[in-house]
């Protein structure tokens, strides 16, 4: 079952952007790499999160992870979570004896604000909506009701993508993002505006721009600036597909989601704010006035959180860090920290977004899932080598036949990515995905 046993043995928690690439770092180094992954498929976001059409991207993608997960040393088990209810804890993990545990499971939590109505039908996260949209089980077959009218909160490329599928998939009426402080601040590239950006209400930026601009003065900002970035990018924007309402609502921070009798969203209450510089950061000040939006969907596209009940403190929506690293990589801590304890989480590392959560492209996540490989290689040369790797691994599957539930391996990915390919030929698609695990553990035979 163990595919070759190197001086080392690591558990890596999440098969992501940062796991893989961890991986291979590890794996190069001679390092027996258990790699646990909860989704059935590798690539984290790059699987679930990067928008579906992008299909060469995601092909690219996959072709590295697979050299990774090719890599003898590097050992697969998915369908597989970590966690306080978890299938294992992280105290199974260091009992069976693994040398480090590096934590790349993400920022998959969700980040409420405790607004009252967010227990509303048509209140979201964008996580679950793209989740949805790229097909990961159990969301991918969850229903969820969209308006006509949508405020998405926040202006990130995570808005856009919702944008995006709001506007050329759904063809809803009204999409306003609702951003909290002013256009200099947007986040958004312009090569993912290109995408909507035909739909834009060029009236209402206007005005926005007008109502904005005396704020941003005040602050030094120029709103031209602003204008001019969103309104660049119009010669290369895509050809409208639907008569969608596209349009900015600057300095407004969401107070109160409104709803009826029957549960359902009616209203998006905002107050309005202004910008103030402090210690060289413009953020948003709340005014006390408010404001309704008359919409009937509201999506949070704010970035999320990890999981509280992954069994590692959180601070600033991310696990803790040693705010001294003991094997610090390019003045980054990678080391998890108890901040009541004031101590190093024995022998386990974090990477990823879930050491910052919800930050940068893909390319930065492989560079910090490469560099907490480092940290542990680093921490691995005080460890004790083991006698006999052999037996941890058996212990290690032995634990896993008890769970009693099927697990993926690597020789099982293969079966799936074949019948993908088959079903993709087929519909006469570039790629397929199953929806459910138990269509993906059926054409693997562990069904
Ligand atoms: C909507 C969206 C669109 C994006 N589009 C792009 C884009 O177009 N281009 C780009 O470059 N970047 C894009 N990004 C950013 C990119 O996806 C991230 O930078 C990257 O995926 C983060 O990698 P990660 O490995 O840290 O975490 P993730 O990708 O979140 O991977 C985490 C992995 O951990 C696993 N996991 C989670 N919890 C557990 C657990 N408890 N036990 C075991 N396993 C667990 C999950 O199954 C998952 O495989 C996008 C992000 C989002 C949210
Ligand atoms: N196509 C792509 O390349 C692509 C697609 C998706 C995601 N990504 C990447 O993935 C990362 C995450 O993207 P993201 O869009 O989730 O995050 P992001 O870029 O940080 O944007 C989050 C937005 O939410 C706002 N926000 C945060 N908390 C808020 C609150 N409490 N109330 C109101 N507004 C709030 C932020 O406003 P403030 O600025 O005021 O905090 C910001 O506008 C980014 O690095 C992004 O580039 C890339």
Redesign the pocket.
Known sequence: MVEELGKYLVAVIGAGPAGLFASKILALNGVTVVLINRDILPGG?AEY???YD?YKMKEGLRRQFQQTLDHPLVNYYSNLTVGENGDLSLADLRALGFQSILVTAGAQGT?W?GLPGENLKGVYH?KDLVFHYNLLPPFSTQSFHIGKRVAL?????????IAHWLIRDLKVDEVVS????GPN?????K??LKIVVRNLDLDKLESEMVRVQPVADAVGQNVVEAKEYILSTLPKGLEPISNTRFYFDFLA??THILGNVQGYVTGLEVENTTLICSEGEV??QRLGTKRILDVDTVI?????KVEESFGLPVRKNAFVKHPHPIYPMENLSFEAYDPDLNRPIDRVFVAGWSREA????VG?ARKDGENGARAVLEFLKSAPRLVDPGVLMDEFTAKLIRLNKPIVRKSDLLKLTEAEAVEAAKQGLPAVKFATNEEMLAVMGLR
């Open positions: 976001l999160g990067i928008y992008k980040k604000l964008a909160i926040g202006a990130g490329n995570v808005m856009l993508d609702v951003v909290r402080r601040e947007v986040k958004f590239t090569e993912e921070s969401p953020l948003a949070f596209c704010i970035g999320d919800s930050s940068g492209l930065v």
